[in-house]
């Protein structure tokens, strides 16, 4: 490969949460740190222990060399940068400048959104499982979540549940929804009949969608996203897209999502929303950073990345399947977690899903575990990490978690 994805970089001490929280009380979010004789193999929060793309640091290189940061205006090549993504990668026609929109993280855009499409204390329409930071902002600002469960069809696929949500946006008045594309956490990656059901179902009944879909980028094999807005003319209107390259780059740090909203109206009112707290500003290496993704050369390190991904997502479900007896997975189409379901293991040897994610942290596999998301006996585990690790953390849970000497 022309692009590094099997180095390993030490993170400690280097402001990383997925190392330096795991075992530090002082900041309480992290797994257990491991007993003696076991490094940490971060597998928890979602960010990938990849090199940088080398199109973004040489971005903003380029612009510290001018020594000078003051109030800045956004340049053209953001906007372009984000047209042009679109156009190849999801086959969008350009997006025009006005209908772009900077929010510091998807999850304040999907409120300011919400503000605009709801009066505190509506109800909102979500799948479960559930991402948990939904879970937490509709919560902390008002919204009361209506979840409408996956089902699995016979090939283990999770599917909407058409009827489920059709009986729950009757029952519950509901106008709003949120929606991922791809899901988080079960990773599937949505079919353009599913959508085009989804929309026809919610042009019934007037729900407007906050679609995110920051993990549109990082897809599995041949999976292939479908933007929301592309489904129809009422979808492009009835819908708030909310994108970042911080998923897809791993630039959580630098913080910097944008929106897309086509519908005139609902931009106005969204733009007006998110200006009165003033907190809503873009920072200058942030937007360098995105104009560096955002190149022929960062699609090329993301080709080569979505390959990498592919691998250890095949090794993983591979390895389940064939060595942990009472544990299952559905293959995930798109991201990089993989949501795994313990409940044959734990009811077969008596032990909680809080006992086996302890057992994992003991041994340095720093995972989580799903009950946040809305799994009772589930773990959630990040995979992009290079190959090597992914094997020794597999061998760990096997040695230590699941099949453990007697």
């Known amino acids: 490969m022309k692009y590094d994805f ?4 030490d993170r ?13 009380p002082e900041i309480p979010m992290g797994p257990d740190g491991p007993k003696d004789g076991f490094d940490v193999i971060p597998m928890w929060i979602a960010d990938m222990s990849f090199v940088t793309a080398p199109s973004i640091t ?3 290189k380029k612009r510290l060399d001018h020594p000078l940061f003051g109030y800045f205006a956004t340049r053209k090549e953001y906007y372009e940068a984000i047209s042009f993504w679109h156009q190849k990668r999801n086959n969008m026609p350009p997006i025009p400048a006005e ?4 929010e510091n993280g998807v999850l304040g855009g999907v409120i300011s959104a919400l503000n605009v499409l709801c009066s505190k204390g509506d109800n909102v329409l979500l799948h479960s499982p559930t991402y948990i930071g939904f879970q937490f902002s509709l919560a902390d600002n008002g919204y009361h979540m209506i979840q409408s469960p996956l089902i699995k069809d ?4 999770d599917r909407m549940d058409l009827a489920d949500m059709e009986e729950k946006i009757i029952r519950n008045h509901i106008h709003a929804a949120v929606f991922c594309s791809p899901h988080n956490p079960t990773g599937r990656v949505w079919e ?15 729900v407007y969608v906050v679609c995110d879909e920051i993990w549109s980028d990082l897809l599995i094999g041949d999976s292939r996203h479908i933007p929301a807005q592309s489904i129809s003319e009422d979808a492009r209107n009835r819908t708030v897209a909310l994108y970042a390259p911080s998923k897809t780059f791993s630039l959580a740090g630098l913080i910097g999502s944008y929106r897309i909203v086509y519908n005139p109206y609902l931009r106005d009112r969204i733009e007006k929303e998110q200006a009165l707290s003033h907190y809503n500003s873009m920072n200058v290496l942030s937007m360098y950073a995105l104009i560096g993704a955002y190149s022929e050369t960062g699609m090329e390190w993301l080709d080569e990345l979505k390959t990498v ?8 479900c591979r390895f389940i399947e064939e060595k942990f007896k009472g544990v299952c997975t559905s293959r995930p189409q798109g991201t990089y977690m993989l949501f795994v379901d313990c409940t044959g293991w734990c009811k077969e040897h008596g032990r909680t899903i809080h006992e086996v994610e302890k057992a994992a942290w003991d041994v340095g596999v720093a995972l989580q575990d799903g009950t946040m998301f809305g799994g009772e006996y589930t773990l959630r585990l990040n995979l992009a990490l290079p190959h090597s690790r992914l094997i020794e953390a597999f061998d760990r849970l096997d040695r230590y978690v699941f099949n453990p000497a007697e």
């Open 99 to 102: 209908a772009i929109g900077y």
């Open 192 to 206: 353009r009949e599913e959508l085009e059901d989804m929309y026809a179902l919610f042009k019934k009944h007037d």
């Open 58 to 60: 040489e971005a903003m």
């Open 309 to 316: 991904l592919t691998e250890n997502v095949d090794y993983a």
């Open 154 to 157: 016979e090939n283990g696929i």
């Open 12 to 24: 400690r001490g280097m402001d990383a949460i997925a190392v330096d929280a795991v075992g530090n």
């Open 6 to 9: 099997e180095s390993l970089i």
